[in-house]
């Protein structure tokens, strides 16, 4: 089955850029398209990017998203950190084994 | 504006049966699925699968089969999680999610249902 690998956790001050992996194992990552999610404690995950890198309205433009096919990885790019993006990064693909939503296992992303 | 509530929590004891509600409001509610999601304490997302609002026709994912219902209410946009025989492993806050209008991806989210199993 088709699974995506996330970093347990990163850190960085703020001002500067962090970037969160998310590895597909056992199918492409480009063969669908991959969300990012964003959670407080505590809260129900936002959507910060869909469809590789699409941002939803009220989402900075400090966030960013892309697909490597060589690495078969997508990637999330906060830059300009803010104390405020302190929370955990989910990945969300689909399985086209089994139609399954699939989520990354998480990044907590620390700002300090 | 689309909004899903979802019903309080719970403490339930190991073997007993709980049913979580979430209520669709802001669009028609017979026009997108309505999926459920468990986050263990700790834990990360888990998709635990569908139902289709037009017809009831639920989806689930491997791990979900047998101890889990999905329903609905069409009448009164209600959607409904039964978990039966409850262990403590289930502890976990649930939550049921929709659909982006233009793609297939949760971004409608309930505000989440704590749902505890203890003796």
């Known amino acids: 089955n088709f699974m995506l690998t996330q970093p347990h956790s990163v850190s960085e001050s703020p001002g500067e850029t962090v970037t969160i992996s998310c590895t597909g194992t056992?199918?492409?990552?480009?063969?669908?398209?991959v969300q990012w999610y964003q959670q407080r404690p505590g809260s129900a995950p936002t959507t910060v990017i869909y469809?590789?890198?699409?941002?939803p309205s009220g989402v900075p433009d400090r966030f960013s998203g892309s697909i490597d096919r060589s690495s078969n990885s997508a990637s999330l790019t906060i830059s300009g950190l803010k104390t405020e993006d302190e929370a955990d990064y989910y990945c969300?693909?689909?399985?086209?084994?089994?139609?399954?939503?699939?989520f990354g296992g998480g990044t907590k992303l620390t700002v300090l | 504006q689309v909004h899903l509530v979802q019903s309080g929590s719970e403490l339930k004891k190991p073997g007993a049966s709980v049913m979580l509600s979430c209520k669709a409001s802001?669009?028609?509610?017979?026009?997108?699925?309505i999926h459920w999601l468990r986050q263990a304490p700790g834990q990360g997302l888990e998709w635990m699968g569908w139902?289709?609002?037009?017809?009831?026709?639920?989806t689930f994912a491997q791990a979900f089969t047998g101890r889990f219902v999905f329903s609905l209410d069409t009448s009164v946009s209600m959607a409904y999680l039964r978990i039966s025989s409850l262990k403590p492993e289930d502890t976990a806050v649930y939550y049921c999610?929709?659909?982006?209008?233009?793609?297939?991806?949760?971004?409608?989210w309930g505000q989440g249902t704590l749902v505890t199993v203890s003796s």
């Open positions: 999610a929709r659909v982006y209008p233009s793609g297939s991806f949760p971004h409608y």
């Open positions: 802001g669009y028609t509610f017979t026009t997108f699925a």
């Open positions: 139902i289709n609002t037009k017809t009831g026709n639920p």
């Open positions: 056992s199918g492409s990552i480009a063969s669908n398209y």
């Open positions: 469809e590789d890198n699409q941002r």
């Open positions: 969300q693909s689909y399985d086209n084994s089994n139609y399954n939503w699939v």
